[in-house]
C-alpha cells in the first residue's frame, strides 16, 4: 500500500497582520504541510478585482516569483488583494488547487471553492458561502493573561455582563463618533 503525502497549504499573507492569523488559524487546523507565501503589491492592487481577474498583476516581481509549481492542494486567502493570485493560483494548477477565502472576496463566490465570512460583509448565501459568527484566531498566550487580568478585575461585578467587540471601520459598516455614541446610549438603556 502507498503512503498518501501529506497534502500541501499555501497560506497567501498580505499587509493585515490579523487577516494573516485568521489564515494561519484556520491552515493550523488542517492536516497538512503549511507554506506561508508573504505577497507584496504594486499600485495595480488598486484596480477592481474583476479587472485583474486571476493573474499576478498586482505583485511585485519578488511575490510573482515565490509562486511557482508545485503547485499547492490548496490555497488560503484573506482579503482583496490576494485574490487575483489566488485564483492564477488554481488556473496554472489546471484546477488541482482549492481555494478558501476569508472575509470578503470583492469578486464572484464561483470563483472560490469556499468563502469563510462573516456576518458585517452582508455576502449573500451560496453553497459555497460559510459565515461565522466570530473570527477563530485562537488566544496567544499574552492574550490570556490579559483574559485572566480582567476576569479578577470584572469578578465582583453583577452577572450578566455585557460585551461589545468592535472591529476596524471597514463598509460596508462604518464607525464615527455618532455611531459610537448610539451605541453606548444602547448599551446603558440595555444595562
Not at 65 to 89: E, F, H, M, N, Y
Request: glycine letters at 6%; a positive charge.
Amino acid at each position: 500500500m502507498l503512503k498518501q503525502s501529506k497534502k500541501v497549504i499555501w497560506v497567501l499573507q498580505g499587509i493585515h497582520p490579523g487577516d494573516n492569523a485568521q489564515a494561519r488559524a484556520l491552515a493550523s487546523r488542517i492536516d497538512g504541510e503549511v507554506i506561508c507565501k508573504d505577497l507584496k503589491f504594486n499600485r495595480l492592487y488598486r484596480l477592481p478585482n474583476l479587472v485583474l481577474g486571476a493573474s499576478t498583476l498586482s505583485l511585485n516581481a519578488i511575490s510573482r516569483q515565490g509562486l511557482l509549481p508545485p503547485w499547492p492542494d490548496l490555497v488560503i486567502a484573506t482579503g482583496k488583494r490576494s485574490v487575483p493570485a489566488a485564483r492564477w493560483i488554481k488556473r496554472q494548477a489546471r484546477g488541482q488547487t482549492r481555494i478558501v477565502q476569508l472575509g470578503r472576496p470583492c469578486a464572484p463566490l464561483s470563483a472560490f471553492d469556499l468563502v469563510i465570512t462573516t456576518p458585517q460583509y452582508g455576502l449573500p448565501s451560496a453553497a459555497n458561502v460559510i459565515e461565522v459568527p466570530l473570527p477563530f484566531v485562537m488566544p496567544r498566550k499574552e492574550d490570556l493573561t490579559e483574559q485572566e487580568f480582567w476576569r479578577a478585575k470584572w469578578a465582583g461585578l453583577r452577572r450578566p455582563l455585557i460585551a461589545v467587540a468592535i472591529g476596524n471601520a471597514k463598509p460596508p459598516l462604518m464607525i464615527g463618533q455618532r455611531e459610537t455614541r448610539l451605541l453606548g446610549r444602547q448599551l446603558n438603556q440595555l444595562a
